[in-house]
């Protein structure tokens, strides 16, 4: 209990000062779950909206309610609390926490609590969730009931945006509640207002970071490998110095004349010819780039000029360069062909692709991907498992970028993906999301297909590759276990994972329209058709996946070097 000194303020008066604090420092969304321990921060909510200064978004489901404001939290870089009651509901949010630490998101777990009293006493739903997160936030802290939360919220905020030393990332502001957790009497809500204010995300462009005041004469035979969140200066880096460039598709750097589309086809062959590497942001997709990246006779650099949070300081190979002018030095300029030779094979590997495409038929994994990655507008939002491997297989770099591309890549796991991409949608409002995900990662996250009654709906577009089960173990080492028959059909139940599960019922159970195509005609009939909320499902054979992608690193493999004079 407070001292005698230090006069005891309500749970209402917490809640009030706590959702004001937090509004100085940039909050205007934030994701609700019901709960009773959380209420006065609930009704100091509904207050805020109907004062329309807060946008809220309530989910019943916190690991949903986890991944959405980490969805809002990406698209919209603001911090984005989540809030919940006490117990389990707060060790719910440890995936999208996760994900979070990984990629440096500002995702704030504001988690109810029983006051000190009830601890130990075995009070229902009382457990220690003081630091519950671990190395996975970069602070946490606990606000006891009755005290003024000020101090304390600026501290976790401060966490939150991160030091010189320490890249952003998700915190756990803790606060304890005593009863009443209701509002006094004589309280009620204000009239409503106007919705809060929330103008068109304008994504922070790229600093010009000097490179053009800064161009080398030495020529070195130089590739730009651009990972995960490495932004258009990776473009503009492989522009600036006549450099082949090898995006992923979530880089957003994957455009441009420089950017070689189907580069990890042309890897095997070619790597031999490379003398450096210059990364930008994080390489999560192929082996063939985890190869480059390793290879004892190639040099690397990291372009490094803040603290990420995928990596600690000393334990990548890469050299890391934090100046300009060093990096452009240590990559040098692309001597003469050598772009144009990177870009006929290039062009050669695109055509290998189709031709390997059109021999496996109409529909199948890599043939959608190219589709929607060329007719997506607004927001792409990519599963992990083998879709984002097909847009970056087959995903061809437009000269300027249709569509800002997100993934979960910090963890690359497949929990959270729909309701990721609804919080993106709600940040970007006005520009259309489409999320392109296999069927075993909409199973897993089908939850977040719920939104509920009078919450506002994103326009967005979910496109189901349904080739009923998990398909990328059979492109790895687990596919020649199977063809094998030593392990009879154990790859197919453990790793395949196989289902028969209606989508269509699904969908409208939710709310959601629901289509179904057969070719990739109708495919882009129904993209380009407008909607509100649609399940798109595509029918695709698992079988032959393997051979499909060995037959293109064959064609791939007889590509001789291009002779340019």
Not at 164 to 174: D, E, F, I, L
Not at 526 to 542: H, M, N, Y
Request: aromatic fraction near 4%; glycine fraction near 10%.
């Amino acid at each position: 209990m407070p001292s005698d000194s230090v006069p005891e303020l309500s749970s209402m008066e917490v809640a009030r000062l706590l959702l004001a604090a937090l509004q100085t420092h940039g909050v205007r969304d934030v994701v609700i779950c019901p709960g009773s321990r959380s209420a006065p921060l609930a009704y100091a909510l509904a207050e805020a909206e109907a004062a329309g200064t807060i946008r809220l978004h309530v989910r019943i489901d916190e690991r949903v309610a986890g991944f959405t404001a980490l969805g809002l939290t990406l698209a919209g870089g603001r911090p984005v609390p989540v809030l919940t009651t006490s117990g389990t509901a707060v060790g719910e949010l440890l995936p999208a926490v996760m994900e979070a630490n990984h990629v440096g998101a500002k995702l704030l777990v504001l988690s109810a609590d029983r006051p000190a009293e009830l601890h130990g006493t075995g009070a229902n739903q009382t457990t220690n969730q003081i630091d519950l997160f671990g190395a996975h936030v970069r602070g946490s802290v606990t606000i006891p009931a009755g005290r003024h939360p000020d101090a304390l919220v600026g501290e976790a905020l401060a966490f939150a945006r991160g030091t010189a030393a320490v890249a952003p990332g998700p915190v756990q502001v803790n606060v304890a509640f005593r009863d009443p957790l209701v509002p006094a009497p004589g309280d009620r809500l204000p009239e409503f207002g106007a919705n809060v204010a929330h103008p068109p995300v304008a994504l922070a462009s790229d600093n010009d970071p000097g490179w053009r005041n800064h161009i080398p004469v030495t020529e070195r035979r130089t590739v730009v490998v651009a990972g995960h969140g490495a932004g258009s200066e990776a473009e503009d880096f492989a522009r600036t110095l006549g450099l082949p460039l090898f995006a992923e598709p979530s880089s957003n750097a994957r455009f441009g004349p420089n950017a070689i589309g189907p580069y990890r086809t042309l890897l095997a062959g070619h790597m031999a010819r490379i003398e450096r590497v210059v990364l930008f942001g994080r390489p999560t997709l192929t082996r063939p780039v985890g190869l480059l990246l390793g290879n004892p006779d190639i040099v690397s650099a990291l372009w490094a000029p803040a603290p990420a949070p995928w990596f600690e300081p000393g334990r990548r190979r890469e050299q890391a360069i934090a100046d300009p002018a060093a990096l452009a030095q240590f990559a040098g300029v692309g001597p003469e062909g050598w772009l144009g030779q990177w870009q006929a094979l290039g062009r050669q590997a695109g055509e290998a692709i189709e031709q390997a495409l059109a021999a496996g038929g109409d529909l199948n994994g890599p043939a959608v991907a190219r589709e929607i990655w060329a007719l997506s507008r607004g927001n792409l939002v990519l599963g992990s498992s083998n879709v984002i491997r097909d847009a970056d297989l087959c995903g061809r770099p437009a000269p300027r970028p249709a569509a800002t591309v997100y993934a979960n890549r910090g963890l690359a796991g497949i929990d959270g993906t729909l309701a990721t991409a609804t919080g993106i949608a709600q940040a970007r409002g006005g520009r259309k999301t489409t999320l392109l995900v296999g069927d075993v990662t909409f199973l897993h996250d089908v939850g977040a297909l719920l939104i509920g009654a009078g919450e506002s709906e994103p326009e967005m577009d979910v496109v189901v590759l349904n080739d009923s089960g998990g398909a990328i173990f059979s492109t790895l080492e687990h596919g020649a276990v199977a063809e094998s028959g030593r392990y009879a059909n154990a790859v197919e139940r453990l790793f395949a994972t196989p289902h028969r599960v209606k989508i269509q019922p699904l969908a409208e159970a939710y709310g959601w329209e629901y289509l179904a195509v057969d070719t990739v005609d109708d495919l882009r009939d129904v993209l380009q058709r407008p909607g509100t909320r649609r399940i798109i499902e595509v029918a695709v054979p698992r079988s032959g996946l393997r051979a499909l992608h060995a037959g293109i690193a064959a064609r791939a493999s007889e590509l001789a070097w291009p002779q340019i004079h």
